[in-house]
């Protein structure tokens, strides 16, 4: 399934799973904020991820106060707050900002973290001319099970290059899994295969994974970034499975394409 909205100032709700999850397990939204707008979460039985796409905001959690500044998430590393529940979050804006907001049920009791650019992971995927530079990628985890093993979730982005694919050769994996899209110009697009079916992806779209196959791809001209967020199944955890198509296991190979060009 996917949709999209035109997000509105306050919180824009994608999922709620007191109507329907769609499968995920996960609630998910979009906080828009003008500078100076108080936002604040409090949750009894949900864990909390708080992830600034852009702008100026004070996360202020557990006693603590971090600063997030992020011009864009093309250019600049993100500001990613985990927490537990049972712990007051507090965001505040200093400037027009946008937040994403992914949760879910977790027992677990956790000292918050705060993950910053300085302690992103990267993946520079693609980028020794693999398919010709076709999946040339940055895959970016904030937390998932090798550092996070007390959550029930993960989340990344990914900074798919336009003209690019990403999330390549088509792979599934068991646990549900959510992107969220953004584009550097709102008419950006580009298109999602899941579920056996075609989409096409623009900003702030969301595209729930629940079975099957997929991998996507950005229009040329128009760099995507999306982030990654999977629900932990409860005895089978995430820990970076990834079962690919073996129609297309083939072009893992070193010379994969070669053929087309020789002669």
């Known amino acids: 399934m996917y949709f999209r909205k035109d997000a509105e100032r306050g919180y824009n709700t994608y999922i709620d799973t007191k109507i329907d999850d769609m499968g995920t397990q996960m609630d998910i939204g979009l906080l828009v904020m003008e500078e100076g707008d108080v936002y604040t979460i409090d949750e009894a039985e ?15 959690y557990a006693g603590n106060k971090v600063e997030g500044h992020r011009p864009d998430c093309f250019r600049y590393e993100a500001y ?8 007051k979050i507090t965001i505040t804006a200093l400037s027009h900002a946008e937040v994403y907001i992914q949760q879910t049920v977790n027992a677990n009791d956790y000292k918050p973290v705060m ?73 950006g697009f580009g298109v999602g295969f899941a579920n ?35 629900r932990h199944l409860d005895g089978d955890p995430w820990k970076k499975t990834r079962i690919d198509d073996k129609e297309h296991s083939w072009l893992w190979k070193a010379d994969a394409n070669e053929h087309i060009f020789q002669g």
Not at 46 to 60: H, I, N, P, R, Y
Not at 80 to 86: D, F, G, I, V
């Open 46 to 60: 949900k864990e909390t991820a708080a992830l600034l796409f852009s702008g100026d905001v004070v996360f202020e």
């Open 80 to 87: 990613c707050l985990l927490s537990p529940r049972k712990v």
């Open 196 to 230: 056996g079916e075609v989409f096409k992806t623009e900003h702030n779209g969301a595209l729930i994974i629940t079975d099957g196959f997929h991998s996507q791809a950005a229009a040329p001209g128009y760099a995507m970034c999306y982030s990654w967020g999977i």
């Open 115 to 187: 993950y910053t650019p300085e302690t992103v992971q990267v993946q520079h995927a693609g980028a020794n001319g693999e398919l010709m530079g076709c999946m040339r990628r940055e895959i970016k985890t904030f937390f998932d099970y090798d550092n996070a093993p007390f959550s029930n979730m993960v989340l990344g982005e990914v900074l798919n290059f336009p003209g690019k694919w990403s999330s390549y050769p088509p792979h599934h994996h068991p646990q549900p899994e959510v992107y969220f899209y953004r584009f550097d110009y709102p008419q």
